[in-house]
């Protein structure tokens, strides 16, 4: 990664990791995953594209070596717990495809997704042609990709993109309080589903692929945590689908 200067990562809340991209000089153009200055993400940073040529390639669109890391950091990784995208402003071109890492995104109600680089010939290389049309399905993932229009929050919400809308300022606070609601639940079966989730879009050969895999992964919670749980739903827990089991 390059160009990142600082992150700030707040570790006040145990069990959540809040990591702020903090280059607003440039609207935030690397990394992840709450971004200050009121913009997300606007992608690569174009005013150093814009100085590369032929023999020196602009080294914020290079992959860095060894890893699985792309031009915008972390994109290309399929990350093995729970993340959340607090999207204010713009998440485009590069940030479109950074807030596509997330499992959840919390967008504020004037925020804004686009393939914006469109219109400079900068190509998609950080996943966005791949998780795009996952989340979106294809014919809107081509639709935003071809034209590179703006999608804004109530239209990204219609279409699965955002995951929740809220006013402007307050995404970082739901995405937190999102994430506290995660943690609360026994670790092992979330992660478990999650994982059979991505597996079933990204890697199973066929239907019967993906359904093995999920029971073979899944019947491994059932004595870990399954059967404790479900003691404590005879016990009298959560009844009537109540998850906060405090004000039983």
Known sequence: ???????????????????????????????????????????ADLHGVAQANHETPAANLQPVEGRNLGPMGPSRMMVKKP????????????????????????????????????????????????????????????????TGRPVGAQEALSMGLASRVVPRGESLKEAIALAKQLIAFPELCLNTDRGSCYYSAYDARSFEDAMGQEFNAGRKVISKEAIAGAARFSAGSGRHGRFDESKL
């Not at 607003?24 to 993400?41: E, I, M, S, W, Y």
């Open 1 to 43: 990664m390059t160009n990142i200067t600082p992150i700030h990562t707040d570790f006040s809340i145990e069990g959540i990791s809040v990591i702020t991209i903090n280059r607003p000089q440039r609207k935030n153009a690397v990394c992840v995953l709450a971004g200050a200055g009121d913009t997300f993400c606007a992608g």
């Open 83 to 146: 993340v959340i995208c607090a999207v204010s402003g713009y998440a485009v071109a590069g940030g479109l495809e950074l807030s596509l890492l997330a499992d959840m995104r919390v967008v504020e109600e004037d925020a804004v997704f686009g393939v914006f680089c469109r219109r400079w010939g900068v190509p998609l290389i950080d996943g966005g042609t791949v998780r795009l049309q996952a989340i979106v399905g294809l014919g809107r993932a081509l639709d935003m990709i071809l």
